[in-house]
């Protein structure tokens, strides 16, 4: 399971990035913004992206809308962990084809439950 | 920043409509001749000449405010960098705006969190292995004890405090790893306030051009009432007034500067006589 992480603080990615670990993913990759996320998705096999929403550059709905439109990343699971927490916002990023939506601040827990809520649906579908 | 540079809205207010009555009063008589000769260009252009006056003292005090308001940003600079011990001085005198000190507040905290988060990434693996340790112990014990054929009641009681112990210290290792786990998810702080910091990076950011453009606006308009006041001014403003009013920066030339950082703002307000 290959993992990139998105976010513009260093601090947030590396405590996703733990959290991850505890669960038992260490393949993870990140990136600062959309921009930088795009081509490394693009280019690598991932198998789940977890960003946020506002970066300088390309913001993390952007990424989202991007991915959705690639023909390679449009099946990507993508779990965005934000401080976004306006229902507008979680509205725009459902209807541009999110697969889980965390308000920061978040807990293990909830990211826990959110990620395998995520990987429990794929496994449904497949 | 000095008491006499204050000057509140009413009392500009009050200052101009007082400047307005008095030139209109001077200049009564010469209206009352030009209207009466029917020599309207000349009592139009008095009639100007008496409106501007009483706005001059306006535009003067927008300029007095701006160019108070610029004083305290940048006297706020100023002192944090003259209190500060030598140790961090050179530090502090990077920071030489508001910008700058608030991410200067991003990295400490960062730094911070990260420093929290190694020790958490060092402690963390220590709680999973004494919790893995003692509980395969407990295991080897209880087999071990059971193997024992022949065990008297002081070894009895040993067996069960060393059973309990090895339980309890599996039990608080994983107490251990769940507090790390919280202080882990606690540096989330860092990135949050560092997001409202941001905006309001954004926001000082956005006052600072304003400022630059409001000083733009009243030096233009002084240009067009005329620097030649007639308007009172306190003696030490009127010093420094007539000072800057020689400045190099009210020439057409140094206007199309473009305004880019804090020194070119200093510059600007300095050359434009605030």
New interface residues.
């Given amino acids: 399971m290959k993992i990139l992480i998105v ?1 513009d ?4 990615r ?2 996703i990035k ?2 991850l670990r ?1 669960l038992g993913f260490t393949n993870t990759s990140e990136a600062d913004d959309g921009t930088t996320a795009l081509p490394l998705l693009e280019k690598g096999n991932f198998d789940f992206l977890i960003t946020d929403w ?1 970066m300088p550059g390309m913001t993390g709905l952007e990424l989202l809308v991007a991915c959705r439109a690639s023909t390679k990343l449009k099946t990507l699971p993508v779990l965005m962990v934000t ?1 976004e927490a306006k229902r507008d916002q979680i509205i725009a990023a459902a209807q541009a084809g999110v697969s889980g939506y965390v308000v ?5 827990a909830a990211l826990q439950d959110k990620i395998t809520k995520i990987f429990e649906r794929i496994e449904a579908t497949n | 920043m000095p008491q006499s540079k204050e000057f509140t809205q009413n009392e500009s207010a009050d200052h101009a409509a007082e400047t307005f009555i008095s030139a209109l009063r001077d200049h009564r008589c010469e209206l009352m001749k030009n209207l009466e000769g029917n020599d309207l260009a000349s009592a139009s252009d008095l009639i100007r000449q008496i409106y501007l006056s009483s706005n001059e003292t306006v535009y003067h005090e927008v300029g007095r405010l701006t160019r108070a308001l610029h004083d305290a940003l940048r006297d706020f600079n100023l002192d944090l960098g003259l209190d500060a011990s030598t140790e961090v001085e050179n530090e502090l005198s990077e920071m030489v705006d508001a910008r700058s000190r608030l991410n200067y507040v991003i990295t400490m905290t ?1 730094n911070a ?2 420093k929290t ?1 190694d020790r ?2 060092e402690a963390a693996p220590l709680a999973q292995s004494i919790m893995d340790d003692s509980l395969a112990l407990k295991e080897e014990w209880r087999a071990f004890v059971s193997a024992e054929s022949k065990i008297n009641e002081a070894h009895e009681a040993l067996f069960h405090r060393v059973d309990a112990h090895l339980s309890a210290v599996a039990k608080s290792s994983q107490g251990v790893h769940s507090c790390l ?2 202080i ?2 606690e ?6 306030s ?2 409202v910091i941001k905006r309001v990076i954004e926001l000082v950011s956005d006052v600072e051009r304003s400022l630059v453009r409001l000083v733009k606006i009243a030096s233009n308009l002084e240009a067009v009432a005329g620097m030649q006041s007639h308007v009172a001014v306190r003696p030490e403003m009127n010093e420094k007034q007539r000072i800057k009013a020689e400045g190099p920066l009210v020439s057409s030339a140094s206007r199309k500067h473009i305004v880019s950082g804090q020194d070119d703002v200093d510059d600007l307000l300095s050359s434009l006589g605030f």
Wanted: net charge negative.
């Fill in positions: 976010d603080f260093s601090t947030m590396r405590i733990n959290l505890d506002n401080a920061k601040p978040f807990t293990a | 960062e969190a990260n988060m958490v990434d786990t919280d882990l998810m540096q989330g702080y860092q990135d949050l560092g997001q």
